[in-house]
C-alpha cells in the first residue's frame, strides 16, 4: 500500500517556510518524504543516505540542513556530527497515528478471513424410489429419457448486498465484473463504518483528472487492492479562463474570420488597382 503523510496548507501562509528559496523548500519536502520511510519518530538517515536520496553532494547536505535547521524546520539531537540525529519539526504531533485506517482493515479482514462464505443455489433433485417392473415397452422409457435430457436446470443467481448495489451503482459503468467485484466485497464484508470510507473514497477518485480521462481501474482491482484507503489521484483542473471548449473554439473562429476579412480587403484592393503591376523580375511598369 502506497505511504503517505500529513501536509498541511497552512504552509502558504507560515513565514519561515514561504522564506526559503525555492530549491531549498523542495529539499525540505523532499526530506519530510525520507522522514515518512523511517517510521513515526520522523527521524531521518545519515548525510550520505540524504545526499543519495536527494541527487547533492554530500556537502550541499551540510549546507541544506544547516539551513533548514535554523529556520526551525529541522531538530537536531546531540552537538557532534558523526553521533547527531535529524528529525523533521514536530512530527510527531502533526502525523497522527489515526491517520490510516489500513490496521482497523487488517484487523477486520483477519477476524473474517475464517469465515468467508459465497453465495450458493441449491438446485433440488427429486430421486425415483419406485422399484416396481416396468412392463411397458421400451418405446415409453426412450421418450422419458429425451424428455429428461431436455430438461434445463435453473441458472444460479446471485444475491448482492444493498450496501454493494449501492457501491455498484456508484461506480464508473462498464469498468469491471459485478460478479467478481462481489466476491471480493465478500471477503472484505464490511461494516457501515467501513462502507462510508469505501464510497468516500470512491467519490474522491470519481473526481480525479485521471478517471475523468477514462484511465479507470477494474472495480474487483478498486476493491480487492482497497484503494479507497490511498489517496486519490489530483482532481481535475478547472477550465483556462473560464471558457469550455466550445468558447474557445468560438473565440478562435472569431479571430480566423477577421484575419480572412483582413486578406479579402487587402486582395481587393491589388484587384482594383491596376496603376502598377509588379513583374516576377522586379521591374515596376506603369
Given at each position: 500500500?502506497?505511504?503517505?503523510?500529513?501536509?498541511?496548507?497552512?504552509?502558504?501562509?507560515?513565514?519561515?517556510?514561504?522564506?526559503?528559496?525555492?530549491?531549498?523548500?523542495?529539499?525540505?519536502?523532499n526530506?519530510?518524504?525520507?522522514?515518512?520511510?523511517l517510521g513515526?519518530?520522523?527521524?531521518?538517515?545519515?548525510?550520505?543516505?540524504?545526499?543519495?536520496?536527494l541527487?547533492v553532494?554530500?556537502?550541499?547536505v551540510r549546507?541544506?540542513?544547516?539551513?533548514l535547521?535554523?529556520?526551525?524546520?529541522?531538530?537536531?539531537?546531540?552537538?557532534?556530527?558523526?553521533s547527531r540525529?535529524?528529525?523533521?519539526?514536530?512530527?510527531q504531533?502533526?502525523?497522527r497515528?489515526s491517520?490510516?485506517?489500513s490496521?482497523?482493515?487488517?484487523?477486520?479482514r483477519?477476524?473474517?478471513?475464517?469465515n468467508?462464505?459465497?453465495?450458493?443455489?441449491?438446485?433440488s433433485?427429486t430421486?425415483?424410489?419406485?422399484?416396481?417392473?416396468?412392463?411397458?415397452t421400451?418405446?415409453?422409457t426412450?421418450t422419458?429419457?429425451?424428455?429428461?435430457?431436455?430438461?434445463?436446470?435453473?441458472?444460479?443467481?446471485?444475491?448482492?448486498s444493498?450496501?454493494?448495489?449501492?457501491?455498484?451503482?456508484a461506480?464508473?459503468?462498464?469498468?469491471?465484473?459485478?460478479?467478481?467485484t462481489?466476491?471480493?466485497?465478500?471477503?472484505?464484508?464490511?461494516?457501515?463504518?467501513?462502507?462510508g470510507?469505501?464510497?468516500?473514497?470512491?467519490?474522491?477518485?470519481?473526481?480525479?483528472?485521471?478517471?475523468?480521462?477514462?484511465?479507470?481501474?477494474?472495480?474487483?482491482?478498486?476493491?480487492?487492492?482497497?484503494?479507497?484507503?490511498?489517496?486519490?489521484?489530483?482532481?481535475?483542473?478547472a477550465?483556462?479562463?473560464?471558457r469550455?471548449?466550445?468558447?474557445?473554439?468560438?473565440a478562435?473562429?472569431?479571430?480566423q474570420?477577421?484575419?480572412?476579412?483582413?486578406?479579402?480587403?487587402?486582395?481587393g484592393?491589388?484587384?482594383?488597382?491596376?496603376?502598377f503591376?509588379?513583374?516576377?523580375?522586379g521591374?515596376?511598369n506603369?
Amino acid at each position: 500500500m502506497m505511504q503517505w503523510f500529513r501536509f498541511y496548507n497552512e504552509v502558504l501562509d507560515d513565514p519561515k517556510v514561504q522564506k526559503l528559496h525555492p530549491a531549498l523548500f523542495k529539499h525540505w519536502v523532499n526530506l519530510l518524504c525520507l522522514a515518512s520511510e523511517l517510521g513515526d519518530a520522523g527521524d531521518l538517515p545519515d548525510d550520505n543516505a540524504i545526499a543519495f536520496r536527494l541527487r547533492v553532494r554530500t556537502t550541499e547536505v551540510r549546507r541544506i540542513i544547516d539551513q533548514l535547521v535554523a529556520a526551525g524546520l529541522l531538530d537536531v539531537c546531540g552537538n557532534d556530527a558523526e553521533s547527531r540525529t535529524l528529525s523533521a519539526h514536530n512530527w510527531q504531533g502533526r502525523q497522527r497515528s489515526s491517520d490510516s485506517s489500513s490496521s482497523r482493515v487488517a484487523r477486520h479482514r483477519a477476524g473474517n478471513r475464517e469465515n468467508v462464505t459465497l453465495p450458493e443455489t441449491q438446485v433440488s433433485r427429486t430421486v425415483d424410489t419406485d422399484t416396481d417392473t416396468d412392463t411397458d415397452t421400451d418405446t415409453d422409457t426412450d421418450t422419458e429419457d429425451a424428455k429428461a435430457s431436455n430438461v434445463a436446470l435453473p441458472k444460479k443467481q446471485t444475491s448482492y448486498s444493498a450496501e454493494f448495489e449501492e457501491f455498484w451503482k456508484a461506480y464508473p459503468s462498464g469498468y469491471g465484473s459485478k460478479k467478481e467485484t462481489f466476491k471480493r466485497w465478500q471477503i472484505l464484508k464490511p461494516d457501515a463504518e467501513l462502507c462510508g470510507e469505501i464510497m468516500q473514497g470512491l467519490a474522491a477518485w470519481k473526481a480525479s483528472d485521471r478517471w475523468a480521462s477514462g484511465f479507470i481501474k477494474a472495480a474487483e482491482v478498486w476493491i480487492g487492492q482497497e484503494l479507497w484507503a490511498n489517496p486519490a489521484p489530483p482532481a481535475r483542473p478547472a477550465q483556462s479562463n473560464g471558457r469550455s471548449k466550445e468558447g474557445r473554439l468560438s473565440a478562435f473562429e472569431e479571430t480566423q474570420a477577421s484575419i480572412d476579412e483582413v486578406f479579402g480587403r487587402i486582395n481587393g484592393t491589388h484587384q482594383e488597382t491596376d496603376e502598377f503591376v509588379f513583374e516576377t523580375t522586379g521591374r515596376v511598369n506603369q
